[in-house]
């Protein structure tokens, strides 16, 4: 045993997906589909996307609510998580991209868990029940965060989960001229002191805030 942690190198991040359970082929043609049509690949890694999977599975989630569909890659994921019933109601501002992920999720073996709303994230959650949902999955425009996650807040139940994407700002977190990772530092000190979360970045994908609502 050792008080020490062990530096995570990217020998270390091929290892652990090497040994994750992986996207599927509907997922890879998902993708791909995404890419010929001109969406930015900026999913969540296959790690990340089996990692959700595997906490809302254990929180026994029933209502997920996600900020930023983009092609619906997520959303697949999570649902995939949930039990008979379950539902993901996930946002997406672009109309193009959620006629992308309606089309996809429409073929998908989730159909029935997962509904598109069309708008500004920060607009549509504000129609959302407070404590009406297990957990948040911010994902979206990064100048937002602050505002999604305090209707985060809100609409998760206590001790549902709150995570954000990104919190390594695409891999510029500490470029001190990034105004991106800037506003990505600022998002992770309001995640960190935020009392009313218990939270930690895991290290997967781009870094990942998993936090419980205490």
């Keep these: 045993m050792s008080e020490q942690s062990t530096p995570v190198t990217q020998d270390h991040f091929r290892y652990l997906a090497e040994r994750t359970r992986q996207e599927d082929a509907f997922l890879r043609s998902l993708k791909a589909s995404a890419r010929a049509g001109g969406i930015p690949p900026i999913w969540v890694a296959p790690e990340q996307g089996s990692f959700l999977q595997l906490l809302l599975a254990a929180a026994r989630a029933r209502e997920v609510v996600e900020v930023g569909t983009l092609a619906g890659y997520s959303a697949i994921w999570m649902a995939r998580g949930l039990p008979p019933g379950g539902r993901v109601r996930t946002i997406e501002v672009s109309i193009q991209y959620a006629d992308f992920a309606e089309r996809w999720i429409a073929k998908s073996d989730v159909a029935d868990r997962i509904r598109v709303y069309r708008g500004k994230g920060a607009d549509i959650l504000a129609g959302f029940h407070s404590e009406s949902a297990d957990a948040v999955f911010i ?56 009392s009313g979360l218990h939270s930690i970045i895991v290290p997967l994908g781009d870094g990942l805030w998993v936090g419980l609502k205490t």
Excluded: T
């Design 139 to 194: 994902d979206a425009d990064k100048e937002g965060y602050a505002v999604y996650l305090r209707e985060a807040l809100r609409v998760v139940r206590k001790g549902g989960l709150i995570l954000a994407d990104n919190a390594f700002g695409f891999g510029h977190l500490f470029e001190e001229s990034d105004p991106g990772a800037a506003g990505m530092r600022a998002f992770n000190d309001v995640m960190a002191k935020e």
